[in-house]
């Protein structure tokens, strides 16, 4: 559990453990990023992802600065495949799930049909204007 992996943060590192748990609403990270500033972080429920379109949803952050990591994953239940995003396919760029962000939104895009991907979640660690 969370208890464990900030234990053992501590231990490797001997500093205050990062916040490690995921949430739909914004985390202060407890990181710095180059130039001092604050580490948040916050997981967006993406949903379903598109049919050979880019689809857009709303992060929802104020202020948001510069985004300097994004993960997340789709799943696919018909088989029970789990993607990472953005994906890339070897099978050449049709197949590719990109994804960008801007001040207002994540959009994913496919080259291909991607709606039987129904569960998909964005986490962005980003840094705040004030």
Known sequence: GSALAANNFVAVYGETPLTLDYSTTEVDTGAKWIDGSAIYKKTINFGTLPNTTEKDVAHNITNLSRVIRVEGYGYRSSDHITYPIPFTSEGGSTYNIG????????????????????????????????
Request: proline share 0%; aromatic share 10%; net charge neutral.
């Open 99 to 130: 994804l960008t962000v801007n001040s207002t939104n994540i959009a994913l895009s496919a080259g291909i049909d991607r709606s039987n991907i129904t569960e998909c979640y964005i986490t962005l660690y980003y840094t705040k204007s004030s």
